[in-house]
């Protein structure tokens, strides 16, 4: 997944060049920084294989969602998507950007897409206002305005939006593996309780329970590959409890596990293309269009940022200033990932923090990124086994990866309310609304009002500001329509 990493001295030490000097060396620059074919080949089979769970989970993740209309997506399709978008575009970074940075479908982003965007429009006007956040971000990297955004929001608010959408999507797991359950025709407690009636019942439960047993553990051990480990166990235990035990099908949710009938099949390409740049417009009108681009574009450019710094750092490739090789270049594949991926109705793809398993492996440039596009090229072609994996065995990996978002809360200064309380507020909103855009909202209003209390408005951006004054339109867009008589 993508995210925020401080960074730190590498640990691994460069091995001495032993390599040829022929084309792809000089290319990659193989023996110029230390590496060997074969670090960079294991490099990139250890980024894919520790982040493969990307291809389970987006379509578990987008298929479980409805649009405005009550349309859902097709599950085979979202995973030829996902693997489409996650072999081009890493294949691209490997070869423009010469890093050992590989791409796929950002978790966080697509909670955005399925949980936020979807409810209000169709699925072609959702996947329309990815396109238009690739593009914005672009823009940015292209005008050199990527510093003015990055410097306009106080980096604990930043921290404080990871925080808040691993909560977001913990609590999404939770849901899906249906270990917390709404109360229905209820109103007189409280809105969730503990499975069915206050109890854990049935095999399916008892799934998810094991799987986020066996992810966590694994992941206290530091075995990499741990979320995707977990995933594949779990299938299997899904399927044998399936097998032998008398289960209605309907408690498993959309998917219900089963062997497939075959485990090679030709890709569908069917939602390719199937985009609408504008039609969110008509939907929801121009504002909230500009503030759910601008909730995208928060969560993409600055995981992406994070990411790219912190895997290069480990990689040893930062230069005596501390700046990334081909920046400029890499932040423009990454924005141009974020435009695939909604053009294929995928969701925004960014960079990997995974990728740091292929550096931890020796990986040093980008042939280790074209090894794990091309191994995403090749799954492509087994959708049948990605289709199989029920939410109780997949929804264990939201719960980590809403953990490892978490994690970020340490770097928040909780003794300055000036900045903890707007945090805090970040952070709350987005899972007890559901919303990660009311999240930011309330987290950008509540810093911009403290400061102004305190005497520092002029401390805080004009960007700033002016996405406040976005944001306060958009939470009282009712009665301002009302008192501009649009209503």
């Given amino acids: 997944m993508s995210g925020h990493v401080t960074p730190h001295t590498p640990r691994y030490a460069a091995p001495p060049p032993t390599d040829s000097d022929g084309p792809v060396d000089r290319w990659f620059r193989i023996s110029e920084r230390g590496s060997t074919y074969a670090r960079e080949i294991r490099g990139g089979l250890a980024t894919f294989f520790t982040m493969a769970y990307i291809l389970v989970l987006n379509p578990i993740i987008l298929g479980g969602a409805t649009d405005k209309f009550g349309h859902q997506l097709s599950g085979p399709q979202l995973v030829t998507s996902t693997a489409l978008v996650a072999a081009v575009m890493t294949f691209i970074m490997g070869v423009g950007g010469n890093l050992p940075l590989a791409i796929a479908t950002g978790l966080g982003l697509n909670a955005v897409v399925a949980f936020q965007l979807a409810p209000l429009m169709s699925w072609p006007d959702a996947m329309g206002l990815v396109v238009l956040e690739g593009i914005v971000i672009c823009v940015l990297v292209v005008t050199g305005l990527r510093e003015a955004v990055m410097f306009s929001i106080p980096q604990p608010l930043k921290q404080a939006i990871s925080v808040g959408i691993g909560l977001f999507i913990a609590f999404i797991g939770f849901i899906d593996a249906g270990f917390i359950t709404r109360i229905p025709g209820d109103t007189g407690t409280v809105p969730v309780q503990l499975g069915d009636g206050g109890r854990l019942i049935g095999w399916p439960v008892v799934v998810f329970c094991v799987g986020v047993l066996l992810t966590v553990a694994l992941m206290a051990r530091k075995v990499r590959g741990a979320i995707l480990m977990g995933i594949l166990a779990m299938t299997v235990l899904a399927i044998v409890i399936n097998e032998f035990a008398d289960i209605n099908p309907a408690a498993w949710g959309i998917t219900e596990p089963r062997v497939p009938d075959d ?157 903890a309380i707007p945090a805090f507020l970040t952070i709350t909103v987005m899972p007890f609304t559901y919303s990660i855009t009311n999240g930011i909202g309330a987290g950008f209003i509540a810093y911009a009002v403290i400061q102004t209390v305190l005497g520092r408005a002029r401390a805080v951006h004009p960007l700033m500001w002016a996405t406040s004054l976005l944001f306060a339109i958009y939470f009282a867009i009712e009665p301002v329509e009302q008192l501009l008589g649009v209503k």
Avoid: C, K
């Fill in 263 to 419: 485990i090679v099949a030709a890709p569908d390409f069917g939602l390719l293309g199937s985009f609408s740049l504008f039609g969110a417009f008509e939907q929801v009108g121009a504002i909230t269009v500009v503030l759910l681009v601008f909730t995208l574009v928060l969560s993409d450019f600055f995981d992406t940022m994070g990411t790219v710094v912190g895997v290069t750092n480990e990689a040893g490739l930062l230069d005596e200033r501390g700046r990334v090789p081909n920046l400029g270049r890499v932040l423009l594949i990454d924005g141009a990932a974020a435009v695939a991926g909604g053009a294929a109705s995928a969701s925004s793809s960014t960079s990997y923090i995974e990728s740091a398993a292929g550096v931890g492996e020796g990986a040093r440039t980008g042939l280790a990124s074209v090894v794990t596009g091309g191994l995403f090229a090749g799954a492509l072609f087994l959708t049948p086994l990605a289709t199989v994996v029920p939410a109780q065995a997949a929804a264990p990996a939201l719960i980590v990866v809403g953990f490892l978002l978490m994690s970020q809360v340490r770097h928040i200064d909780w003794e300055h309310y000036e900045i």
